[in-house]
């Protein structure tokens, strides 16, 4: 069964006051675990043969001790899942969010020029960094006005946000976009957005 990372909360530890057991012996479990977006818990890391494990008590709510927090961050509005694998959250660098919300994950959805941009030579694509990592996701207009805005829905804490005009006609063209890129890394500080793209400068662009 395959399940996206960031619907995961991995490397979580448990103790006797947990009150683990394994679902099939109901003998007790103490040690490493993980816990899925629909609130079950599998011993050790994400793995298809994993043993699902329950509380005595019946309840799928984390330990109030967990160095994590007890919600998982879910997206409802989640696209393109196989693809969407570059936001892995490490929920225990996470602080001063409300634990009793759910918020929403940026997820894979680009910009695709219109026939309009084209005529105009150019378009705008967007994107979001993880503020720890080289993690960057293509988004939409709409989800980076969310994440630029700070829209409180969203988990906006994790990322920073840029765009760059992207050139789609001629030869000329892949080195404008080229130089896009390394105009945007240099300016905000970053790097690894050239491999994100796949050093594919030509994409979307015609005639050439």
């Not at 003998?27 to 629909?38: A, H």
């Not at 709510?61 to 509005?77: K, L």
């Not at 759910?102 to 005529?119: A, F, G, R």
């Amino acid at each position: 069964m395959y399940i996206p990372k960031n619907r995961v909360i991995t490397n979580l530890q448990s103790n006797k006051s947990d009150s683990f057991m394994y679902k099939d012996t109901k003998e007790s479990f103490v040690g490493l675990y993980y816990k899925t977006y629909d609130g079950k818990f599998y011993a050790g890391n994400p793995d298809v043969n994993a043993r699902e494990l329950i509380k005595d008590n019946s309840e799928n709510i984390p330990n109030a001790s967990d160095p994590v927090f007890s919600n998982i961050v879910s997206n409802s509005n989640l696209k393109n899942e196989i693809e969407y694998d570059t936001t892995v959250l490490d929920y225990s660098n996470i602080k001063n969010i409300n634990q009793s919300e759910s918020k929403k994950l940026p997820y894979l959805c680009s910009n695709i020029p219109t026939e309009e941009d084209y005529i105009n030579g150019k378009y705008t694509r967007y994107f979001v960094k993880k503020v720890n990592s080289n993690d960057y996701i293509e988004v939409n207009k709409e989800i980076y006005n969310k994440i630029n805005s700070k829209d409180k829905e969203w988990l906006f804490e994790l990322y920073i946000t840029f765009k760059m005009e992207w050139y789609l006609k001629g030869y000329e063209s892949v080195t404008l976009n080229q130089n896009s890129v390394f105009t945007v890394q240099k300016n905000i500080n970053i790097n690894g957005l050239d491999f994100y793209l796949s050093y594919n400068f030509r994409k979307f662009v015609r005639n050439i």
